[in-house]
C-alpha cells in the first residue's frame, strides 16, 4: 500500500486517457507480456487480488504524462472493479504500487537502461525486468530490484522474486505460431509453468493415455474371459 495520501479531488481513471498513445514499436511488445499474461489467467485463475496490465497508462499525478511500461503486474488490488474494466492504472484510486514492470526494448530504443529505469526506481516499483533478444554480450533479460531505494541487479536465472511468487526467465519455445525465445513465468525451483497451448496438449496426452490405458484392461478382461470359457467357466456367472 502507499503512504502517501493522495488529494481526493484529483481524477479517477475514468477521466484520464488509458495511455501515451505511443503506439508499440514492433509486435514482441504485445506478444511477450500477453504470453505472461495468458498463463497467469491459468494459474491464478482462482485469485482475484491481482492486475496484469498491458501497455497501459500508470498515472502517479494528475498534471504529468503516465509511465507506460509494456506490461505491469500488481497485487493486491481488485482484478475487476466492473464490467468495463480499468482504462488506466491511477495510483490515487488504486493506492497498489505495481510490484514489477516490463518493458520489451524494441529497434527504436527508448532509455529502458538509463531514464526509464531511473524512473521506476524512483516511483519505487520492486521489480523491473528488462528484456532484449538483440544484445549480444549482455544476458537478454535483466531482473533489476529496489534495495534500500536503489536497484540492483539479480543475478542466476530465471530470477525467483519471493514477494511476488513466481520466477521470471527466458527460453526458446512457440506461442502464437512463432518459435523462439519467450519469456516465461517460472516456480520456486525453477520449473516452467506451462503456456495454455502446452497445458491443451498435455492434457490431450493425459487423455490418450488413460484411454490406451482403458483399451489395454478391456482387452485382458477379454482374454482372460475367453481362457476361462476354455477351461469350461462361465465368466459372467462367477460369484
Known sequence: ?????????????????????????????ELIPGLLKAILLILWAERMDWFFGIDMGIYHHPDKPPIVPDAFLSLGVERFYDEELRPSYV???????????????????????????????????LYYVIYSSRR????????????????????????WMPEIGLGIGCERGSYSGVTREWLYWYDADGKRYLTPEEQVKESAQRAQQESQRADQLAQRSDRLAQRLRELGIDPDNLT
Open 91 to 125: 495510483l490515487w484510486d488504486e493506492n497498489v504500487l505495481p510490484s514489477f514492470v516490463l518493458e520489451v526494448v524494441s529497434p527504436n530504443y527508448r532509455k529502458e537502461y538509463s531514464t526509464k529505469l531511473e524512473e521506476y526506481q524512483a516511483l519505487g516499483v
Open 1 to 29: 500500500m502507499l503512504d502517501y495520501k493522495f488529494p481526493r479531488h484529483w481524477p479517477s481513471a475514468d477521466e484520464l486517457p488509458d495511455s501515451d498513445e505511443t503506439p508499440v514499436d514492433n509486435e514482441l511488445q
Open 136 to 159: 549480444r554480450r549482455k544476458p537478454h533479460l535483466e531482473v533489476h530490484k529496489l534495495v534500500n531505494g536503489k536497484y540492483e541487479l539479480q543475478p542466476g536465472h530465471p530470477v
